[in-house]
């Protein structure tokens, strides 16, 4: 899907940041309060729970006598194990050059798959959906399986909508030329993918998309002066693709890594012999690596590269600004068939659930793969922002950043690290 850039003059950027910065304060306030309400009531059902085990247990160790106290112990310990899910709550103030200013509702479930699993990470659920004052409008539904003692993983996405942006062309001359032919569009996607064990923490699996779209010109509006409409507008247009996935992740916590690694490869093949109008090949690699520097500090490092095959649709290049990559960037005003960018973030916890983290990074937009690290078009961005623990278990954080591309600058939130 595309998105919204807008460049925006310095006044309507101040006053934008000041409803943002105003809403990211309530909305920590309210969490505050309904987290602090979620631990006591977790503390009292474990207390209620606990204290007729304890009696039972010490009854038990009454009647068997000291000598069967001692093999009884360890057992009562494994049957008292909290293994309940968390859920995150998060209605999202949203105010972007790209979408407009609106909401983001999102609902989410953090549990373990099979309680008696104590080898596979929590699964993860949930839904959100999207509501701003440009018009755009989407749901989607999310679910991430982690099973038979971190055997499997299964993910699977749907997502249905209309988003309403401006595309400004392909290439860095076409983004900073800021010629906008405001676009509409809606459709649906799908996304599966199951994936299997290698050893050495190695996953390789299978992903299947398909979904349809429509895009026409925005209501109420002409074809600008240098802008070339793209040729599929006002058609139908379904893609379909197999592909692979590859990964390694090395990290003991996925939502808030302080140690470990991420190493990851997709590739996307859609075919007209899959049903797709489109025939052409997406490529993804990210690597991640986080280091401990002291009990609440942690340095995290991020690449990122995406290359693009055959002959797809402008959406089906790689998008600078998209999946915080990197952040500073209206999402859709760069793109472009090969893309790379690498960042460093700096993250801080604070007492109370709070945290700050400072980030820097570059990257670029090319048309062809040998150009990468060789145009004279880098595109730097940079930042800071505030973190708040929406659940103390699974340590998941509310996420607010300030960060300064180009020549504009951007905020956001979200739900989890930006990578």
């Given amino acids: 899907m595309g998105s ?7 006044p309507t950027r101040n006053r934008s940041s000041l409803w943002g910065v105003r809403a990211t304060l309530a909305v920590c306030i309210l969490f505050a309060a309904w987290a602090e309400a979620q ?44 293994r309940r899910g968390s859920f995150i709550i998060a209605p999202l103030p949203i105010s972007s050059p790209a ?4 909401i983001v509702p999102v609902l989410g479930y953090i549990f373990p798959f099979h309680k008696n699993d104590n080898v596979s990470p929590p699964s993860v659920v949930g839904m959100a959906a999207l509501m701003t004052d440009n018009g755009s409008r989407a749901f989607t539904t999310y679910a991430d399986l982690f099973i038979k003692q971190d055997s499997y993983r299964i993910t699977a996405l749907y997502f249905q909508g209309n988003i309403n942006y401006d ?50 010109l925005r209501a109420g509006t002409d074809i600008p002066p240098g802008t070339q409409p793209p040729p599929d507008i006002g058609l139908h247009t379904t893609l379909r693709a197999m592909g692979l996935r590859l990964n390694r992740d090395t990290r003991p916590n ?23 109008k489109y025939t052409f090949q997406t490529y993804r690699f990210t690597f991640n690596k986080y ?3 002291g009990k609440s500090h942690v340095l995290a490092y991020n690449l990122f590269v995406c ?40 993250r801080l916890t604070l007492p109370k659930r709070f945290g700050v983290v400072a980030f820097g990074g570059i990257g670029e937009v090319v048309p062809d793969g040998a150009q990468l690290l060789k145009a004279r078009y880098f595109l730097p961005g940079g930042g800071a922002g505030a973190r708040f623990q929406l659940s103390t278990k699974y340590h998941v954080n509310l996420r607010a950043d300030i960060a300064l591309g180009k020549d504009t600058w951007t905020w956001s939130m979200g739900v989890g690290e930006a990578f």
Wanted: glycine share 14%; charged share 20%; proline share 5%.
């Fill in 39 to 82: 631990d006591q009531h977790q503390r009292e059902d474990a207390a209620a729970t606990a204290a007729p085990q304890r009696s039972q247990h010490e009854a038990n160790l009454s009647a068997s006598g000291p000598a069967d106290s001692e093999t009884r112990a360890v057992p009562e310990q494994k049957k008292t194990t909290d």
């Fill in 291 to 293: 280091g401990s520097l």
């Fill in 307 to 346: 290359g693009t095959g055959g002959g797809p649709p402008f959406y089906g290049n790689c998008v600078y600004g998209t999946n915080n990559e990197l952040r500073g960037y209206t999402a859709g005003q760069y793109l472009d068939r090969y893309m790379i960018a690498t960042q460093l973030e700096y």
């Fill in 167 to 216: 595309l400004y062309g392909t290439g860095v001359v076409a983004g900073d030329a800021g010629h906008k032919l405001p676009l509409e569009q809606s459709g649906h996607v799908f996304r599966a993918e199951a994936l299997r064990r290698l050893g050495l923490d190695f996953f390789l699996g299978v992903r299947f998309w398909t979904g349809s779209s429509k895009i026409v």
């Fill in 254 to 276: 996925r939502f808030y890594p302080a140690t470990g690694t991420l190493l990851e490869f997709t590739s996307d093949f859609f075919s007209e012999g899959l049903g797709s």
């Fill in 4 to 10: 919204r850039p807008t460049r925006v003059s310095v």
């Fill in 99 to 102: 979408l407009g200013t609106g």
